[in-house]
């Protein structure tokens, strides 16, 4: 019997010690949960804090968004009242003003594309233009020796005075070059058979003319007086005086066309009268 009580005293004491253990892990616990729950409610009212600063902020940058957009609305509308345009009218205009910017960039781009292709061009002309320069010389040059051979070639022949040698000009290009000269006048004519033509101050009639033999029958007057130059014959200096003050007169004829025409030149010096003009 006492072995059965003593068992029953001890059941009571074991189970009051487990208790003991559970209510000391239950307070552990407890107040572990306690500390977590407190820096949860710290770290949650801190980030309900830095949340509610940033509700602000946003409420802050909203505003003053809305203030800039306001005061820009005021100065868009001012400005547009001011130009007496429409918003619309603005936003077109400012497009109008882009597309212009955009075509004149354009157009500045092909005018320098032009421009270049235009120098080109230039340059390439310049160069022609050198080497037809460089041509113009050479044909100048050559003319020069030309002109010099042309006066070599010229005949230096004794006129019908037979005392008075003269040069004399066979064609136009030689009498060109005799006109250059200086020293004398020419006179050019054409001579037409049975016409009496003036040259100069003197008169010619023109009065046989043989192509064949390329000679002809010339009358001259001058100073009132008539002078037969009979059988003369091509670039032959047919020479008479004339004036107040005598002075050598020379006909040359280059030429006998046909039985009734002969061309050629008169020549007087530079000090002999000069033909009176028709009023």
Known sequence: MMDEDEQIGKIPRNYSGALLAAIAVSLVAALGGLIWSYALSSRLSSQQTALADAKQQNVNLEARLRETDARLKVATEELGSSLGLTQKQMETRAQDILTREQADAQRLSNA???????????????????????GIKTNVAKTQSDLADTQTQMLSMKGDLSEH???????HDELDILKHKGDRTYYEFTLTKGKNKPVGTVSLLLKKADPKRNNFNLEVTSDDKTVMKNNRGLDEPLQFYSGKDPLLFEIVVNAVNSKNQVTGYLAVPKNAPAPATVQ
């Open 112 to 134: 320098q594309r032009k421009t270049a292709q235009q120098v080109n061009e230039v340059s390439g002309e310049v160069s022609d233009v050198k080497t037809d320069v460089g």
């Open 165 to 171: 040698s003269s040069l004399i000009a066979r064609n």
